[in-house]
């Protein structure tokens, strides 16, 4: 039972809390479980990243599962409490201290009878036998109505033990019902992330020698112009031209989440840095991007060229 208290919290100090709440007959404060606190964090710093974001989104979405799992958590400590520790608390407190203390008596009426079958065979005299005997027949007579109060007790043991089956059936289909629960909410999670980028979802994809993009200064400068109405889409375009025109490659930032429609296709997120050149004979409105060792067509209109 105190095993089972120990899985169900392992905090010996919340355990004390609920203990000592539990003989006030006062009812514990309610407190956030791990699972609960780990994806408030999540949250909290999922909207620091900003929800736009896709590492910011993915943190969201794994707080909303973790609180989930705290859920489910809670559920299953509050039906096990109910349906496994609750029945066997109260036949350790009640039941089986009654079997106990019953036995116990029940050894003393033994030791009464032994002790007056040991006077009986020591007394000589008429009287003192005859004293004796009645002894022995009173103690024989006590001894017997408790073997027999004591036998019914043990007895009932059987219909307790069945009780505790079906106790323990509950117990096992609780945690069923929660790993199961969790289960659930893990592959969905897992669904929810598998939308983002492959190349995003993995660090293994990309050689140790492969450089991390970075925006250098003059990215921000790039990006700040880019917000200035002095800046107009013929500048813009005109970059994209003289990119098409000629055989180099440049920098650019994404501004906006891209999704391949197919494996021709670069996925991108918004503010990530690749390079983007031209091919021969590609439309007018597609480059092809590169980010490591991966590389496909991107739409010019989700990109800003650097300087």
């Known amino acids: 039972m105190k095993q089972t208290e120990v899985l169900l919290q392992p905090n010996p100090n919340a355990r004390i809390e609920e203990f000592v709440y539990e003989k006030l007959d006062r009812k514990a404060p309610s407190r956030m479980n791990n699972p609960e606190l780990l994806g408030q964090y999540m949250i909290d ?39 496994f520790l609750t029945p066997l608390r109260n ?12 036995r116990k008596l029940l050894q003393n009426k033994r030791l009464d009878l032994d002790a007056a079958k040991t006077r009986l065979k020591k007394a000589k005299a008429a009287e003192a036998r005859a004293a004796s005997e009645q002894e022995v027949r009173i103690t024989q007579s006590e001894f017997d109505r408790q073997a027999e109060i004591t036998r019914l007790l043990l007895e009932g043991i059987n219909s307790t033990h069945a009780h505790h089956l ?62 200035l109405p002095s800046v107009s889409n013929s500048v813009v375009t005109s970059g994209f031209s003289e990119l098409k025109a000629s055989s180099g490659s440049r920098k650019a930032r994404v501004l906006y989440d ?5 494996s021709s296709e670069l996925s991108l997120l918004a503010d990530e840095v690749i390079t983007v050149y031209s091919v021969p004979g590609m439309d007018s409105d597609w480059l092809m991007g590169e980010r490591g060792n991966q590389k496909g067509k991107v739409p010019i209109t989700y990109l800003e060229l650097l300087n």
């Open 45 to 83: 710093a999922g909207n620091e990243f900003g929800p736009g974001t896709a590492y910011g989104n993915a943190l969201i979405k794994c707080g909303e599962t973790q609180k989930r799992i705290g859920t489910a958590d809670r559920e299953l400590i509050q039906t096990s409490a109910i349906n």
């Open 91 to 102: 036949f350790i407190d009640g039941d089986y201290k009654t079997i106990t203390k019953e």
């Open 166 to 227: 079906r106790c323990l059936t509950d117990f096992v289909e609780a945690q069923m019902t929660y790993y199961a629960q969790c289960y659930q909410y893990m592959l969905d999670l897992q669904k929810q992330l598998g939308s983002f980028p492959s190349a995003f979802r993995s660090n293994n994809n990309q050689s140790s020698s492969t450089p991390v993009p970075s925006v250098s200064a003059s990215s921000v400068l790039a990006s700040a112009s880019a917000s």
């Open 258 to 262: 891209y999704d391949a429609a197919n």
